[in-house]
C-alpha cells in the first residue's frame, strides 16, 4: 500500500503524447495500463524503502522478553 501524500510525477515528452493519444481515443484498456505503469509503479518504487509495517518494529520483542525475565 502506497504512502498517503503528495508527490509529482514527471512525464517524459512520448509519454505525455501517449496519454493524448489514450484520451482522444477513449481507450480505458490503455489508460489503465498507463496509470499503472507510469504513475503507480513509480511511486510505489519511491516508497519502496520507507514502506514499513506496523508489525515491524525496531527492537527484537522476542530478545527484550528474555532480558526482562533473567
Not at 484498456?29 to 518494529?57: I, M, P, T, W
Request: with cysteine; charged share 35%; proline share 1%.
Amino acid at each position: 500500500m502506497l504512502e498517503i501524500k503528495r508527490q509529482a510525477v514527471a512525464l517524459e515528452a512520448e509519454q505525455v503524447l501517449e496519454l493524448e493519444r489514450i484520451i482522444t481515443d477513449q481507450d480505458r484498456e490503455a489508460a489503465y495500463a498507463f496509470l499503472k505503469k507510469h504513475v503507480y509503479n513509480r511511486l510505489s518504487g519511491s516508497q519502496e524503502a520507507r514502506l514499513k509495517c506496523h508489525l515491524d518494529g525496531e527492537s527484537n520483542p522476542a530478545q527484550n522478553f528474555k532480558d526482562k525475565n533473567k
